[in-house]
């Protein structure tokens, strides 16, 4: 499913001063796609089991970690599959589920120089980034702000009205748009208009999906927690994440420059027009394919070095590098669990 994802990674999540287990009711219709996708903050240790089998109810073991870590899993639950999750034992007022709502807002940011290619910078530490290529003078950002329904729980008397505001700063200069969502807590989804000739900077941690779509320019993307996804491109790109597959569409690529795809947790998996040119330099666990007649494979090198006394070291990196349509300039592909994928769009 969707992003059932982080329901089954809470196999092992914790309080410091609490061994207990909290039972979370689940609608025993839903089913569970047994590949579980885990979007988690490093720092947490997830046991999935992919044979588990649902039965209307899933056991949280409670035991190590802040009790917010469990508190944001739920919420993430809540958000996917739209559902209402119960928690049987109250840690107190801070760990009660709420129901959450949509509140968005849009702002559109005039360019110094419309019709010139301009830059955006856009960063995000809680929430997806999607940036779409549009025939327009302005960038156009909207605002996806999840949070706590207002009057969805009492506490001690007390109705809650609101959890807070937009924590949101944006400013242009010369062309140059930058976007930038500070807070950590509560997760904010980007959706940004530009126009198509635009260079894109961006940069996601938390629940960071970045998709670009139709555009034409320098684009370097990195990502933490989230899939890269880059469609319908022209020009170069870069791309980097550590949970997430990184997907890259071009419609033409500029020659005679390098461009570098790294993930650590996903496929790095590129499709350029019949004809494209480049070196490829590529290092994973698992396998590489193309559908191209046109590439081949190189002889490995080792790397070799003799220090100032005479030590001498030779060795193998397990790199593989191929040549697409007789090579050209350097692609890096690199995965640790993963495909790498070269395709013929």
């Known amino acids: 499913m969707k992003t059932f994802l982080i329901g089954l990674m809470v196999a092992a999540i914790a309080l410091p001063s609490l061994a207990q287990r909290v039972d979370v009711k689940v609608d025993p219709k839903i089913k569970v796609d047994p590949k579980v996708q885990v979007k988690v903050d490093p720092k947490v240790r997830v046991n999935v089991d992919p044979h588990i089998e649902m039965d209307g109810h899933l056991m949280v073991d409670v035991g190590e970690i ?7 899993v739920m919420t993430e639950l809540d958000h996917e599959l739209d559902i209402n999750l119960d928690f049987d034992h109250d840690f107190g007022s801070d760990a009660k589920m709420y129901e959450y709502q949509e509140n968005s807002q849009e702002v559109e940011i005039p360019l110094s120089k419309p019709g010139e290619r301009g830059t955006l910078d856009v ?84 629940n960071g999906h970045v998709v670009i779509d139709g555009l034409n320019g320098e684009l370097n993307v990195e990502s933490y927690n989230g899939p890269i996804t880059m469609t319908n491109i022209s020009g170069s790109a870069s791309a980097s994440t550590y949970n997430g597959a990184i997907e890259v569409t ?69 790199w593989v590098e191929g040549d697409l349509n007789g090579g050209g300039a350097e692609v890096l592909m690199k995965t640790t669990n993963g495909n790498i994928y070269i395709r013929k769009k």
Not at 66 to 72: G, K, M, R, S, W
Not at 281 to 294: L, Q
């Open 123 to 206: 960063s995000s530490h809680n929430g997806k980034i999607k940036v779409t290529g549009y025939d327009g003078p302005t960038v156009k950002v909207k605002m996806i702000k999840y949070e706590k329904k207002a009057e969805s729980k009492a506490s001690g008397g007390m109705r809650m009205v609101s959890s807070g505001g937009f924590n949101f700063e944006a400013s242009e200069y010369n062309n140059v748009v930058k976007v930038e969502n500070d807070g950590w807590n509560d997760r904010v989804d980007f959706e940004i208009q530009v126009p198509k000739n635009f260079n894109i900077k961006a940069e996601a941690y938390n």
């Open 66 to 72: 802040a009790h917010e870590a469990l508190v944001n």
């Open 250 to 318: 071009f419609a033409k690529v500029t020659a005679d420059v390098n461009m570098a795809f790294s993930t650590y947790n996903g496929n790095v998996d590129i499709s350029v027009p019949d004809g494209t040119k480049f070196t490829s330099k590529m290092k994973t666990n698992r396998e590489i394919y193309t559908d191209f007649e046109s590439f081949s494979i190189k002889q490995s090198k080792p790397v070799t070095d003799k220090s100032d006394k005479g030590r001498f070291n030779i060795k193998y990196e397990n």
